[in-house]
């Protein structure tokens, strides 16, 4: 298993701010996610933080404006650029340790609200 | 493109009722299946998964799931509920995806055990 952390828990932020969320696991793993779950819906994956690579973004999801910084195997930052109401979310970041990306252990989440 | 199909969004139930939640997914391929639980206030945790083998998997809290290939299903079940087991309830598939494995969630089972 693994423990991950997330800073900030929650925030509120003005419109065309950013805001940096990082996530801190308690050992060493390949595979890191980021995900956002929007008011009533599921968990949509954003990218994989790929250690020493740029991040693999899903569709729908550009770098521009949400960079991801990956700079060791024990943690990662998601940044929401340029953030706007539609912004408001819970960003949860996870971790798969075993190979496959199987069985993945998700942290606490950060709520964020935009004004 | 996959996808994971969870029919209930809100289930309330009694104490002592059963239940029976639904999942469907499309993938033609090899999957590993999950149930992931989100508690009020806390993240998620992994429910019960299923990699091969015995199709009738048994997960924490009383709860287990069977994997119907031929449905495309993995239902979700506990023969009797508690009031601590409300929560919502996210079905999620791991597959191999442009030659990487990626979770697709469902869009979660909101349940209410009334006391």
């Known amino acids: 298993s693994a423990v991950i952390s997330q800073k900030p828990s929650r925030d509120i932020c003005q419109r065309g701010t950013s805001l940096t969320i990082q996530c801190q696991v308690d050992?060493?793993?390949?595979?890191m996610f980021w995900y956002r779950q929007q008011p009533g819906q599921s968990l949509t994956l954003i990218a994989t933080?790929?250690?020493?690579?740029?991040?693999?973004?899903e569709s729908g999801f550009v770098i521009d404006k949400f960079p991801i910084s990956r700079p060791n195997l024990t943690f990662s930052t998601l940044t929401v650029s340029n953030m706007s109401p539609e912004d408001s979310s819970i960003y949860l970041c996870?971790?798969?340790?075993?190979?496959?990306?199987?069985?993945?252990?998700f942290g606490p989440g950060t709520r964020l609200t935009v004004l | 493109a996959q996808s994971v199909s969870q029919h209930n969004h809100h289930v309330i139930l009694s104490e002592a009722a059963s239940l029976e939640l639904g999942c469907n997914y499309s993938?033609?391929?090899?999957?590993?299946l999950f149930w992931y639980v989100q508690y009020p206030g806390q993240h998620l945790q992994l429910l019960l998964k299923?990699?091969?083998?015995?199709?009738l998997v048994r997960g924490i809290k009383g709860f287990e799931a069977e994997f119907i290939k031929s449905k495309f299903s993995f239902n979700l079940r506990k023969p009797s509920v508690q009031w601590s087991d409300t929560a919502e309830y996210f079905c999620?598939?791991?597959?191999?995806?442009?030659?990487?494995?990626?979770?697709?969630f469902g869009t979660g089972t909101r349940l209410k055990v009334l006391a």
């Open positions: 999620a598939v791991n597959a191999r995806t442009s030659g990487t494995y990626k979770y697709i």
């Open positions: 996870s971790v798969a340790p075993g190979l496959q990306n199987n069985e993945q252990f």
């Open positions: 299923y990699f091969s083998g015995d199709p």
């Open positions: 993938y033609g391929g090899t999957v590993n």
């Open positions: 933080a790929n250690q020493g690579s740029e991040a693999t973004y």
């Open positions: 050992s060493q793993v390949t595979m």
